[in-house]
């Protein structure tokens, strides 16, 4: 019979490198999909990856039990991964010089009935998102965080927050439709020629 | 369905397709996290054992000082005694112990007017002129002249027994500065007999080395740079033996070449962005990742580098993605692109290190060499990285996760030319090894090295 997580973790709590290994190879495959949603690339991704379960394992004795050790897991490489962000805050826009393109919006309708994209499909959209999209986009929609929040965490203020999260989905939207793999229409728009 | 309505409706689509779904995390990821795990338990014990050796090293340190300035000097004073009781004949004795009497009242006479140097002087011609006929007297009397304190120590205690007052007196420094004679005796009392202070500067040789699967590459691109050191030290001698403990400046370096630094335009428009994107932005080398200061500063290497770093891909001479040319951000095209410099970079780290050496002198006469080892404790006060752009250094960012302490390892000589009877020009020969590595959490090992020639002046109190 396979021990149990708490058995695990005891044994971290002592050093066990045998256990440290166990918990590595239980929680790797998920983590690594949070590093790589919050990451500008996989190489950072694993940077992240690795930084978060030297954290972990160092600072194991403080998980009290309280709420599950994955979502504690979670918020480490997350605060991982902002701290990096905050660091290497290069090459973002403010989205407040870019004038929003609201009527481009209103033309497409979105209907998510159909829909068939695969974990990998997903994570790959996340992936390509311009990052400060990326990271509202994670916290508001994935990690359930208000605006409030994500303006206090990034740095921004909280209508940054909002129209960063408004421009994340309009190119999520784009993106998908380009995969084709669901069902998109667009109104015919009367342009004059 | 309303503009929300299709917001929450993607979110849902990301948030509930993402909740379980787990990828095979890249393989030999484990090894990595073993080894820092490894590493970080290696650096708790050589902390450990440092912080003990230096403990013990202070304890052995104030132990000898103990035993050489307070011990010692108790029962150097009771030995002489006896030797001196011993010596004297049996007849005499009434006669030696009123001369004893005499010639401490003396000392203690002139040691309470402030004027100990000169009672030896005056006391030895006293106790001669008292004492002509008695050779064993002589030999006492000229005894206490050479040996400063325990003389008035060793009259007292035969004058009024009172030993333990004579030997705090010694331990708690009293101590006559200018006595001729007998050297040995004099440095018994005292766990050094010469002071110096010393400065000192040189411009140093700074390189690193490297161990890591990518050290054959990271010595293609890096090279060592020229930088300074400059400091005050202590040095305390006895006989042969200098320890000294002293603070320094000193600055470390690297240089990097086949670098491209690039002025990008503030008003860039990602039209093209992706993720490859912000790669170019930060340039990694041996002692970790060198971010710009400013976001409008793009720092990438040369095409030879980046085709090491990405072996599937290929680059233009100036490292940018042949397919992806709008990567960057920019539009090469355009008429501003932005100033683009080929160069190199210095990553520089200050350091304010705490020498503690030690040294032998092979020769001492007035001419010193000695051979010096220590260890230095180095806070690293600064960390920038320059670019030598239009033949200027200019600031452009710093390296990431560089170690705030780092202990290092000296070896050198140490060549004293007296100029004066209290003032030495000094040189000395010195190599400094890291022996930390510079950064945290890289796969390479980088252990800063340096060697340079000081020159200084050492003041002898």
Known sequence: ?193 | MSKQEQGRSIDKLFREGLADYSEQAPEYLWEKIEGRLTQKRRDKFFRFYTSLAASLALIISMSIGYYLGFYQSKHTTSLNLKQNEQSMPLEKEQTETKNYKESAQYYLSTISKGNTSKSYSDSSTKDADHNKNLKAHEQITASQAKIGINNTSMALSVMGGKEGFCTALASNGIRVSKIDGNDEERQSVRFFDRFYIAFSAAPIYSYRVVDGVQAYTLDNIEKPAVTFSTGLQAIFGKQRFEWAVGMYFTQMAIRIDNVMVQQAPKSIYFASYSKSSEKYSSLLNSSGNIVPSSSSIVISNSEAVMAYQYPDREFTPNGVEKYDKVSLGVDFSSDSPGAIFSTYLTQRFNYLEIPLNFQYNIVQRRFILGIQAGLNSNFLLSNVTYASIDGKQTKIGKTENIKRFNIASNLGLSMAIPLSSNVSFLIEPRFRYYLLSINKGLSVETHPYSYGIYTGIRLRY
Not at chain 1, 32 to 49: F, H, P, S
Not at chain 1, 57 to 81: C, T, V, Y
Not at chain 1, 133 to 161: C, D, Q, W
Request: net charge neutral.
């Open chain 1, 1 to 193: 019979m396979s021990e149990s997580i708490q058995d695990i973790i005891n044994k971290c709590l002592k050093g066990d490198r045998a256990s440290q290994e166990k918990l590595y190879r239980e929680y790797a495959g998920k983590m690594w999909v949070v590093c790589r949603r919050y990451a500008r690339d996989t190489e950072q991704a694993k940077d992240i990856l690795q930084e978060g379960f030297v954290v972990i394992f160092e600072k194991i004795h403080q998980f009290k039990g309280k709420g599950s050790f994955e979502g504690w897991m979670r918020r480490i490489f997350i605060n991982l991964a902002l701290a990096e962000y905050r660091k290497k805050k290069l090459f973002f826009f403010d989205s407040n010089e870019l004038p929003l393109q609201h009527d481009e919006l209103d033309d497409e309708v979105f209907e998510d009935d159909d829909i068939q994209l695969t974990g990998a499909e997903l994570l790959e959209l996340i992936a390509s998102l311009p990052t400060q999209y990326r990271m509202v986009f994670n916290l508001y929609a994935i990690e359930e965080m208000s605006h409030k929040e994500i303006a206090n965490m990034l740095g921004i203020s909280e209508g940054t927050s909002k129209s960063n999260l408004f421009r994340a989905r309009e190119w999520l939207r784009k993106k998908i439709a380009e995969k084709s793999q669901f069902k998109y229409r667009s109104k015919e728009r009367t342009l004059k020629m």
